[in-house]
Structures are given as structure tokens and as C-alpha cells.
């Protein structure tokens, strides 16, 4: 069975820091893109994160310097590490993953085929 599991989302203070998981199965995150999305009340889904076949990685601007997309090739998980938390990053996040090689649209929900459950991040004040 193909699937991505989100876990790590939780309730921190402005300013803390937590660690997102996606464990990937039926599927090797070293052969593909794979990004994380998040999406909050009444808002549309929105890149963060990216990282190519090539480790290459890029990010949205509101999130550059705080959070960082990694992947584990021999344990076949992705992560995002969210440190500096502010109240406008609460939201639900996912991990997706994209069999399209090219940087083009990179960060764009539509370019990705294979979604997790999401994991629900709230930073409070």
C-alpha cells in the first residue's frame, strides 16, 4: 500500500521549535520530489517546502530562515524541522510527494499526486 504518514504536529508557544516526520510506504522519497503544504482555517493550501531527487531544497518566502526540509534516504522519511514558531504558522500540514523532476511550480499543491493525512501545528501567543 502507497502511503505517507504524517506525525510530530502539536501546540508550542511563540517562538519554540517542533520536528515533523512523514514516513513514506510503498513508496522511496529518494526518487521523487517531496514537499510540505499547510493549510489553515479558511485559507487555501500552500507550499513551504520542497527537496528534489537531488537534495536540492527551496521554500516560501514567510517560512525561509525558520523551517527546514530534510529526508532520510535509508530510514525513507521526510522532515521538517520548524524553529523561531510564530501564531501565523498554525495550520494543518502535509507531506506530499511528485513524480515531476523540473524546479517549475516546485511549491504548487497541484504538481503533487500523492498526499499524507496532515498533522495539525498551533502556535499560540
Known amino acids: 500500500q502507497v502511503q505517507l504518514v504524517e506525525s510530530g504536529g502539536g501546540s508550542v508557544q511563540a517562538g519554540g521549535s517542533l520536528r515533523l516526520s512523514c514516513a513514506a510506504s510503498g513508496y522511496t522519497v529518494s526518487s521523487t520530489r517531496m514537499g510540505w503544504f499547510r493549510q489553515a482555517p479558511g485559507k487555501e493550501r500552500e507550499g513551504v517546502a520542497c527537496?528534489?531527487?537531488?537534495?536540492?531544497?527551496m521554500y516560501s518566502d514567510s517560512v525561509k530562515g525558520r523551517l527546514t526540509i530534510s529526508k532520510d534516504n535509508a530510514m525513507n522519511t521526510l522532515y521538517l524541522q520548524m524553529d523561531s514558531l510564530k501564531p501565523e504558522d498554525t495550520a494543518v500540514y502535509y507531506c506530499a510527494a511528485s513524480t515531476i523532476a523540473s524546479n517549475e511550480n516546485a511549491l504548487s499543491p497541484s504538481r503533487y499526486e500523492l498526499w499524507g493525512q496532515g498533522t495539525q501545528v498551533t502556535v499560540s501567543t
Open positions: 527537496i528534489g531527487r537531488d537534495g536540492i531544497t
